[in-house]
T-cell receptor, first 114, second 112 residues
Framework: DAGVIQSPRHEVTEMGQEVTLRCKPI?????LFWYRQTMMRGLELLIY????????DSGMPEDRFSAKMPNASFSTLKIQPSEPRDSAVYFC????????????FGQGTRLTVV | TQLLEQSPQFLSIQEGENLTVYCNSS?????LQWYRQEPGEGPVLLVT?????EVKKLKRLTFQFGDARKDSSLHITAAQPGDTGLYLC????????????FGDGTTLTVKP
């Protein structure tokens, strides 16, 4: 299995532009998580899905952020419009649903908004 | 307010030394996990503990879950440069076991 696949690995965009981050979870995993990591705030959970349904989006910072999971093998995180303070590494993780099961992380997307 | 407090935030030691990092909270967790993250990569799971007082060993790493399931520790014996990385604890609350919250991490540097 190729693991969790995120694209792009790096994204540089201008303030105000729309940014879309993509994630392909591991086949058979039915929970998917989007995290943001910065030096200041550490690893923050933005939103998670169970069986393609958003369960908790309380970590989404603003209405500029939105996430979708149209099917079991694909999810997107969109920022529109982007701002410099959105610069961070965004991770997607997937696991079999359950508190003690292992979450597998992708390699992340490093987003820079200038 | 951070749900999980990790200490120390940074730790730099010589090869061969022992060390302990801590993960503390006032909340009770149904399970707690430790991850290690290297630069440019996502976190990778080291261990999951679910029972209060549980101790798990992974080669030179020893993990302990507090009796009250509010805290955990990671002890590394005879640290090696390959142990260098960011160590993160993540807990799932009894009241919301579907998601895990991460601590800020301990950045460990082991010098040869």
């Amino acid at each position: 299995d190729a693991g969790v696949i995120q694209s792009p690995r790096h994204e540089v965009t201008e303030m105000g532009q729309e940014v879309t981050l993509r994630c392909k979870p591991i086949s058979g995993h039915n929970s998917l998580f989007w995290y943001r990591q910065t030096m200041m705030r550490g690893l923050e959970l933005l939103i998670y899905f169970n069986n393609n349904v958003p369960i908790d989006d309380s970590g989404m910072p603003e209405d500029r952020f939105s996430a979708k999971m149209p099917n079991a093998s694909f999810s997107t995180l969109k920022i529109q419009p982007s701002e410099p303070r959105d610069s961070a590494v965004y991770f997607c993780a997937s696991r079999v649903q359950g508190a003690s099961t292992e979450a597998f992380f992708g390699q992340g997307t490093r987003l820079t908004v200038v | 307010t951070q749900l999980l407090e990790q200490s120390p935030q940074f730790l730099s030691i010589q090869e061969g030394e022992n060390l302990t990092v801590y993960c503390n909270s006032s909340s009770v967790f149904s399970s707690l996990q430790w991850y290690r993250q290297e630069p440019g990569e996502g976190p990778v799971l080291l261990v999951t503990v679910v029972t209060g007082g549980e101790v798990k060993k992974l080669k030179r790493l020893t993990f302990q879950f507090g009796d009250a399931r509010k805290d955990s520790s990671l002890h590394i014996t005879a640290a090696q440069p390959g142990d260098t990385g960011l160590y993160l604890c993540a807990g799932a609350l009894d009241t919301n076991a579907g998601k895990s919250t991460f601590g800020d991490g301990t950045t460990l540097t082991v010098k040869p």
